[in-house]
């Protein structure tokens, strides 16, 4: 049996969507279970009563009066809501009890949790979110896109072995192909990280990484990899700008198509079309995106998480915990010798570090 | 009258739309002229020929042989190709003979020459690219967009004036409302550079700049700002991933449309809210993007600018000169103090660097 924690309380629709979500899995997947759903348990309550759970003995309900509000910043929502969902559910992740956390609500929160309480990996110096983006042959990871936002180059090399696993694990390819996000696709391309990071996959390539190369933000979506390197700043700018644009693209489009009768006949018409496309932008399939590099499975899912989004994540969640990605992890970074190789390196970072710090 | 130097042989539709476009602005434009036309003699006089433009007293043609292929890096196309017809389209501003320079070629070549050239005007330290996006009230400028991709906090500062004096003068809007592109709205959020950079825009306010605080991929295209701050290499992202993820839709949309007849009867009902949609994401209406910050005016156009978009942008490159938006960037860089007050972080930045270029 696999222990899974939820944040009943974290996302948008908590906890009506965390819980049926959780009713969804436990109906699908006979070997998760306990589920701790932590989050108020007169409101947790009441909405397994509605979906007739309340009895299910494959949940626990564990009791938690503080949630953190998107409007929080994280550090204080961790200082000084200990008891809040979020915090709780990872706890139970540290004391062993579960094997993996899922949480939809304030990201900052369920990383500042996760890295303090469950550690980074030895070998890894930050965390990675790794986000799904849809592509033109089927899907692609972005890491990071918000973890860890100040990154020198070895930690990018460190989120590549991360994608790798994950894809190799958890997703089923058998060989991901990895591409650094970059201005151009030319080898000399980028500003100083990403032309000292194309030197370090380059060098991890002859140990059996494959990567690929530079890719733009252009061809990123035409499927020729399968994990997009870069740091979290950039990935954060990329996964907003990439859903701002869409968005504002079809806001248009729907406004315009209201200005006659005979556009919006023509578009009642053509409704099919718009409905699959919309599909391939829903994130519920995907179920979450997993924070990687600590000790420890965390799935966040977004805050509009649907029930079935949440079911997807806590199977999602559930893979990994099976396929021990954190094993094979740190095995891979080991053989990859980015920490080792790179000591010197390490020691002129924390040099620069303290210039910076004095600056 | 203002001469403008015209790279004849840059743009993937080289020397036809070009030529034709330069027919285009003489038409609309009396104050404008000489227009040199750098590039192949015969070419360029065959295409000045078929508009009828061949004996246009305004226009001079300056022979080059050499062309900057779209593949070649910036540095090996400056010092290889002396010739070329960017290259001698920007000594033409050099040497005063042309107030301006339009090219629609190779990007990285025409900043390169211009930076060399040209360049940098005192106070600044780094050129930067002023996209023009569309907003949901209008359009929006996002600089840097791949001039310089390694950049300090007091160089997104010097963009930031930058950005205002181009809205100001060229663009009309009195008070153009600047934002850094950040990872959330709060002022505690980002990574070091943008932290960094919020700070000094803050000051900045006191001295009279409209900052208006973070924003973020996902709202900048609401409306509420008008100009967008961030590094080269993010604002090249932004503009590619803008591009990337539209494109994916529309290829969707359209691949999903032609799936059965319904929903192409359907489309071609509403063909017309598509071309409207079209039209917002038409580049030729803004002509070109301005390289600001170096000494001279340089108009950078899109590589598949059409005739139109030629002459839009020979109309800013003459607003530009003719507002003298130099000179009014001088006075505002040296009112803000942003290098004056910040020697001492200068010397720091020095010591880093030193200190990264021995790591």
Request: aromatic share 6%; net charge neutral.
């Amino acid at each position: 049996m696999i222990p899974i924690a939820v944040d009943a309380m974290g996302g948008d629709f908590a906890p009506g969507n965390l819980v049926e979500g959780v009713g969804k899995a436990l109906d699908t997947l006979p070997d998760l279970g306990p589920l701790f759903l932590v989050g108020d348990k007169e409101k947790v309550s009441r909405e397994l009563r509605r979906i007739g759970k309340f009895d299910d003995d494959r949940i626990q309900l564990i009791h938690s009066d503080q949630v953190v509000e998107m409007t929080e910043s994280p550090a204080a929502a961790i200082r000084n809501k200990p008891g809040s969902s979020i915090a709780m559910a990872v706890d139970l992740v540290k004391q062993g009890r579960a094997r993996a956390v899922f949480s939809a609500g304030h990201t900052g929160a369920a990383v500042a949790s996760s890295v303090l309480k469950l550690r980074p990996l030895p070998g890894i110096e930050k965390p990675a979110i790794a986000t799904i983006f849809p592509s033109a042959t089927g899907r692609f990871l972005v890491l990071d896109a918000g973890a860890s936002v100040d990154c020198r180059s070895r930690h990018l090399a460190q989120f590549a072995v991360m994608g790798e696993i994950y894809c190799q694990y958890v997703l089923g390819i058998e060989s991901p192909r990895i591409a650094l996000l970059n201005i151009g696709e030319e080898t000399t391309k980028g500003n100083g990280l990403t032309k000292e990071t194309y030197q370090l996959l380059e060098k991890m390539r002859s140990r059996g990484l494959n990567f690929v190369g530079n890719v733009q933000g252009t061809s990123m979506f035409d499927g020729n990899c399968d994990v997009v390197l870069c740091d979290g700043f950039v990935g954060n700018v990329v996964l907003k700008c990439s859903e701002g644009s869409s968005q504002f693209f079809s806001g248009y489009l729907k406004k315009y198509i209201q200005q006659n009768w005979l556009r919006r006949f023509g578009a009642f018409l053509a409704r099919n079309a718009f409905k699959d496309l919309k599909a391939i932008a829903d994130h519920s399939e995907y179920g979450g995106a997993p924070l990687l590099g600590v000790n420890g499975i965390c799935i966040i899912g977004h805050g509009s998480s649907c029930p079935n989004a949440v079911a997807n994540a806590l199977k999602v969640a559930r893979r990994a915990v099976e396929e021990e990605i954190g094993e094979h992890l740190l095995a891979r970074i080991d053989h990859m010798r980015i920490n080792s190789a790179d000591k010197k390196r390490q020691t002129a970072d924390r040099e620069k570090e303290s210039c910076e710090d004095s600056a």
